[in-house]
């Protein structure tokens, strides 16, 4: 919808909760968001015209609210950063909330983007409970416990027109609502096609870290991944087959109660499968019902303390397992694990090089996990990422008030944090010259010297740096301090692009089965991304087929599901001009619903919403 001065904003709103829709050409009075709305009006007593900022939590109050959840958003904080990173091109923040909607993790888009978010304080700390602030993605889906999209002037409260908010709930363990995962916009170029997609990556997201809670809740037993018709479900059970645990999906599927898990029943009351499976590693079986009904194939992996590691000839360490699935049978890789093996616990700094998305922090967090140091902390900062301002604090840490708007009690900083551990630093190449000086000093003395600090602090790191840039030239430009350079430079890894690996065909058919367990790539989709150049490496690859996963009709993934623009972001005029003719025509002749649309054009739906992206078509109504 288009923005709307805040006195026809109230009037839009009033109207609903009166049911008066003939003034609401844009609003259906039996949807989602004007049932909110009505909500806000006679619940909750809002008044959509009140401006002024949401109710945000201090330093410490933050501290006692996240206190519960700590252990789930340190488990979650991979995806979490992951989904980050596939959106923050587009200006979206990622949140993860509490039930009661309060953002406990933030993690803002680039400078120009982020001054929004900073300015409406939407970040670590705010409350967007439905009950406060209205309509809004965040609270309206937690109130209802379902997935929601709230775009731009669907907001109950008008001052939040510019944003754009999708939601997914999150579930715990046992199915009880534990927050939501929170991605929002200011964008005004972006259709609500774009949000639809990215809701559907969110979601996807979100069960993957559904998975991650219960199956680390559930470390210690067997879990039978189980398929349905609204996704895999999860069900832990012990060596005598009693059922322990189940996901929401789970009980959906099997009618599992709280106490019928209380009781111990036994799992072969609900599923049974071939009684050998699983015993050793996580195995795909035919699973049937207890009649003896086909639910379908599902896994079955074994508690983690029992699990073995897949025997072969000459098999590495166990330490440098991840290492060597990470090389696969890329030559130049499989020498610099071979190398990396060499050099072993020997405190020898490493250079990775590759460009953006081959996966370098997971390289270097596999070097990590390889190390004597596994078991200390690894802490990890983007160069690129941080404001220039902001570095020194992170990065060195000061003392209490050693500057305006420090924390009481000072901060320890990244490098302190690392101390026994590694210390990764991501796009290097983009460190301030400044700070290249201050970084030398650790490493040559082993201290740091936190800001308005009366003495220094010994350190014991490994540092592993990572960059897409020419370091060496850099140096020969005097943008990059040469004795720093050689300081990092201890041993220099080179990360291949996806396109130009031996084993690129391996790496699909590995990424497809992570990324799309349940679905199959058909002859025509195999050929395209067989044939891809994949700009965005790696990153680029697992998107792509995260989203296929959600898109892809009957498990089948076709050339219409993967989203691959023209290598450089061409189309051919000509062409490009007639297909948009062509689907502008279609979404007018069905009033801007895109389901009809795409049925009258004989797309599918994910591939006429990528065609309305790509040729950045304007709809009034997409459905």
Not at 18 to 43: E, G
Not at 80 to 104: E, S
Not at 261 to 266: E, K, P, Y
Not at 289 to 312: F, N, S, V
């Amino acid at each position: 919808m288009a923005s709307l001065s805040a006195s026809n904003h109230v009037a839009r709103v009033l109207s609903v909760a009166n049911q008066v829709t003939d003034r609401l050409a844009d609003v259906d009075a039996s949807s989602r968001i004007a049932n909110s709305w009505r909500r806000c009006l006679i619940s909750h007593k809002l008044d959509p015209a009140r401006q002024g900022p949401p109710q945000t939590l201090t330093e410490s109050e933050i501290r006692h609210v996240a206190e519960p959840m700590e252990d789930t958003i340190r488990l979650l904080t991979p995806e979490l950063d992951d989904l980050a990173r596939v959106l923050r091109d587009a200006g979206y923040c990622v949140n993860l909330a509490d039930a009661n909607a309060t953002m406990l993790f933030s993690r803002l888009p680039g400078e120009a983007d982020a001054k929004m978010f900073l300015d409406w304080k939407i970040y670590t700390g705010s409350n967007f409970a439905e009950a406060f602030e209205g309509t809004n993605g965040l609270g309206t889906a937690l109130a209802e416990e379902k997935p929601i999209l709230v775009h731009r002037d669907e907001h109950f409260r008008a001052q939040w027109h510019m944003f754009s908010c999708a939601v997914a709930p999150l579930f715990d363990q046992a199915g009880r609502l534990a927050g939501a995962i929170n991605i929002t916009s200011c964008r005004e170029d972006l259709a609500r096609a774009a949000h639809q997609l990215a809701l559907a990556v969110t979601m996807e997201a979100t069960r993957r870290m559904e998975g991650a809670i219960f199956r680390g809740r559930f470390r210690n037993a067997w879990i039978a991944t189980v398929p349905g018709d609204g996704g895999s479900g999860l069900i832990a059970y012990d060596d005598d087959r009693r059922i322990v645990g189940a996901c929401r999906s789970a009980r959906a599927l099997l009618g599992l109660t709280d106490g019928l898990i209380a009781s111990g029943i036994d799992l072969s009351r609900y599923i049974k499968f071939d009684h050998h499976a699983g015993r050793n590693a996580d195995e795909l079986v035919e699973l049937r019902r207890a009649d003896g009904r086909a639910l379908g194939q599902g896994r079955i992996a074994p508690p983690l303390h029992t699990r073995l590691p897949t025997p072969r000839r000459d098999a590495p360490a166990d330490r440098f397992d991840a290492l060597h699935r990470l090389a696969g049978r890329d030559p130049g890789l499989v020498k610099s694990v071979k190398r990396l093996r060499s050099i072993g616990d020997h405190n020898l700094p490493v250079l990775l090089h590759g460009e953006t998305g081959v996966g370098k922090d997971v390289f270097a967090r596999a070097i990590h996990a390889a190390s004597s140091r596994a078991r200390n902390n690894y802490v990890a900062l983007n160069c690129a990422a941080m404001p220039e301002s902001l570095i020194d604090a992170e990065l060195f840490g000061y003392e209490a008030g050693a500057f305006t708007g420090a924390r009481r009690e000072g901060s320890k900083g990244l490098i302190v944090q690392a101390d026994g551990g590694t210390l990764f630093l991501d796009e290097i190449g983009d460190m301030p010259i400044a700070l290249q000086t201050r970084l030398l000093r650790v490493l040559e003395n082993r201290e740091v010297w936190p800001l308005g600090a009366r003495r220094p602090v010994p350190v014991d790191i490994r540092l592993i740096s990572a960059t897409h840039r020419d370091l060496g030239r850099m140096t020969e430009a005097g943008a990059f301090r040469a004795d720093l350079y050689f300081r990092l430079r201890g041993m220099e890894v080179r990360l291949p692009s996806l396109r130009d690996r031996a084993d690129r065909d391996d790496i699909i058919r590995q990424v497809a089965r992570e990324e799309a367990p349940n679905c199959r790539l058909s002859d025509e989709a195999w050929a395209l991304l067989s044939g891809y150049p994949y700009p965005g490496n790696m990153r680029q690859l697992r998107h792509v087929l995260r989203l296929a996963g959600c898109t892809a009709e009957d498990g089948v993934i076709t050339d219409a599901d993967l989203d691959l623009p023209p290598f450089g972001g061409r189309v051919e005029p000509n062409l490009a001009a007639a297909e948009r003719a062509a689907i502008v025509e279609a979404l007018r002749k069905h009033g801007g619903r895109v389901t009809e649309a795409a049925r009258a054009l004989k797309l599918s739906r994910a591939t006429l919403y990528r065609k309305i992206k790509l040729l950045k078509i304007e709809t009034a109504q997409q459905r």
